[in-house]
Structure formats: C-alpha cells, structure tokens
C-alpha cells in the first residue's frame, strides 16, 4: 500500500531531487556502454573489462531509476524514502571512488549529489512527521 505524500513543497523538493538523481546515474551507466572511454580516468584506454564493468553499472542504476520514477509517479512517499535513501547512498560511495581515482569532478559531483539528496530525504521526513 503507497502511503500518499503530506506536504506538497517537501513532495516536490524530494522527488526532484531524487529524480534527478536517478537520471545523472542512469544516463552516466548508459554513456559508459555507449562509450566507455568517457567514464574512464585520463589516459586510460578501454578494454573489455570496462566494457563489462558499464554493463554490471547499467544493471544497477537503469532498474534503479524506473523504480524510483514509478514510485514517484504513484506518489508513494515510503518508496520515495527507501529508493531516495539507496540512491544517496550510492552518490556518497560514489563520491569515495572519486576520491580512490584522485578525481576532484568525481568526488565533488556526487558529494553534492548525496547531500542535496539527504537534505530532500529530510524535509520530506519531517514534514510527514508533522502531520495529524
């Protein structure tokens, strides 16, 4: 059962935000398997293994990003919550294999990402909380 979202400015923030999110992720997996040289550190050059590394990303964020619009499509503020969460969760670790590739576009992106991501989580949980 969706629980309908209470307000409608910490509705609107969080599924932004959240869509958003799912997007970068989703369109970034897909121009990986559409040219993997793009997502790959300076200097490096493909192989298949990158190529098969994209395929497993896409697996990931693709199906990640339809859920996460159905569920703000139905409106269900418990699925925004969880999906919005996992896919914070995902920028913050994504912000960390920036770090690991000393890349300041990798690190800061996601990090920001993440935080913005938090912050909508919040306003929405909030706001939830202070309705009758």
Do not use: C, E, W
């Not at 409608?8 to 970068?24: E, H, K, L, Y």
């Not at 912000?95 to 913005?116: R, T």
């Amino acid at each position: 059962m969706t629980t309908p979202y209470s307000s409608p400015r910490a509705t609107r923030i969080a599924s932004v935000i959240t869509a958003f999110n799912v997007s970068v992720a989703a369109g970034l997996s897909i121009l990986g398997l559409i040219d993997p040289a793009s997502i790959l550190p300076a200097h490096y050059v493909p192989t298949v293994a990158s190529s098969v590394f994209a395929m497993y990303a896409a697996a990931r964020t693709i199906p990640l990003a339809v859920i996460t619009l159905v569920a703000i499509f139905k409106r269900s503020a418990s699925a925004l919550l969880t999906m919005g969460t996992l896919a914070g969760v995902i920028q913050l670790l994504n912000s960390i294999v920036g770090m690991v590739q000393h890349d300041p576009g990798k690190i800061l992106g996601p990090l920001v990402i993440a935080v913005l991501q938090f912050y909508a989580l919040t306003t929405l949980r909030k706001a939830a909380h202070s309705q009758p």
